[in-house]
Structure formats: structure tokens, C-alpha cells
């Protein structure tokens, strides 16, 4: 079983909000739900000093290139200020919709830009090279070449169980379920105030300092033009919050 997630607030949270939050209408972001202190104030905060200390690596599981780095780049800079080496694995080479498909530079030179402001010392980028349709295809072989590579104390960042790249959460629980690692799931806007279709226990918050926020904002910005560079979006809520799933 995957380790427990370390928590430090002990206020419970409601499985139900009031219908004029969820209703609230706020400006969607690319890969990140907005954190809006309307109702995320009131989730369990995620204490990455506790997550971390008992961690060997952070990896971050991208479906395309640059997923993750506007939904979880401060904890990522939180991992390498403990000293963690910070692994980005990249399934795919897919960037839909990019605004300058042929003209920017190569995918790999702008992560690694991003990941050096992030403050990433060690670790780096891993290629896997699938082709965009089987990560929905062939998730049990997905499954099986992620639990060779991951290892017990790995803190594991990817996709939630909920959004279009479910299929890819469902391979890494698979894999994870027998390495001993700490699974998080990054959430997936889907155009709503609060995520849908998630069980709002498992939600935690994560709060960046001011040193984080800076380095996940330069490292959007160097990054030169991801799909996932929402962070105008995510300034209509709180852009010092992320948030996370549990398990």
C-alpha cells in the first residue's frame, strides 16, 4: 500500500460545499484547477516537511510535455529545497495546441529551463516516447515499465483519477500499489470553481511561500509556451495555493 499522506490541519472537509460556491463562476485555467479562497481555504493543508522527510525523490508523471508545471511547480521547488532529486517523466512527446508548433524550441531545452529556475539540482528528465493514444490503449503495459522504475520512498506526482488522463492514474496505482511509493494526483481544470467529480476529503492545499511562488512563476515563463502555463488563470484565485489529491 502507498504510504499515508502527512496532513497537519485537523478540520475535517465537508463532501458537500454550499451550491453558490460551487456555482461561483471563475476563469479556467489550462491544467490547474484555480484554488479560490472561497473554499479552499477550508482544506487540510499538505505539509511538505513531513512529506519529505522520509522521501528519496519526487517524480513528476507528465502525459505530455510541461504537464504539471502550473498545477504543481512550487512543490516541486519545495522538493528540491530539501534536497531531493526532482524527476520529470515524460510519456508522451504530444504538445496539442501549442501556438508555435515548428518555431519554439525543443520541448526538452524549455522543461530543463523550467526545472533549473525551479531550483532542480539533481534528478532530471526521463523520455518515454509513447505515442499519445496508448497511454487510453495499453495502460497495463504503462503500468508495468512504471513499477520497474519507481522505487519505495518515491513521492509521486501525476495525473488524478478524474480527469482525461485517468487512464494514466490508473496505471501508476497499479504500479504504485506494490512499490511502496506516496501517490498525489494533480488536478485537471474542468471549468468549475471547485473540482468535480473528486471526494473533496482527499483534497489537501499546499501553500508556496514567497520564494516558492517566484520560482514556479519564472519557471512558467521560461518555459516558453506549454499548453500548461495557465498562471493568469490561476491569478484569479490564489496563486500561492496548489492543490492536490491524496492517494
Known sequence: MHASI?????????????????????PPANDVVVAHPAWCDRLPLLDADALFAAAG?????????GDGLAAAGGLLAAAARHGLPVWAWVLTDDEPGHPRAGQAR???????????????????????????DNLRAAPDALADRLRRLLQPGDVVLAPD???????????LAMA??????TRLGVLAADGHATPTGIDH????????????LARKRAALQVSGGFR?????????????????AAG
Open 161 to 171: 483519477a478524474t480527469g482525461a488522463d485517468a487512464a494514466v492514474a490508473r496505471a
Open 201 to 212: 476529503r482527499a483534497l489537501r492545499r499546499f501553500e508556496l511561500d514567497a520564494g516558492l
Open 6 to 26: 502527512p496532513q497537519v490541519s485537523p478540520a475535517s472537509v465537508a463532501t458537500g460545499l454550499p451550491a453558490h460556491v460551487r456555482a461561483a463562476s471563475l
Open 106 to 132: 525543443p520541448w526538452r531545452t524549455r522543461l530543463d529551463a523550467a526545472l533549473d529556475v525551479l531550483g532542480v539540482r539533481s534528478g532530471g528528465i526521463e523520455r518515454f516516447r509513447l505515442p499519445i
Open 57 to 65: 525523490r519526487v517524480v513528476l508523471v507528465a502525459p505530455r510535455p
Open 228 to 244: 500548461t502555463t495557465g498562471a493568469q488563470a490561476v491569478a484569479a484565485g490564489r496563486p500561492d495555493v496548489e492543490l492536490l
Open 176 to 181: 504504485g500499489s506494490t512499490t511502496g511509493c
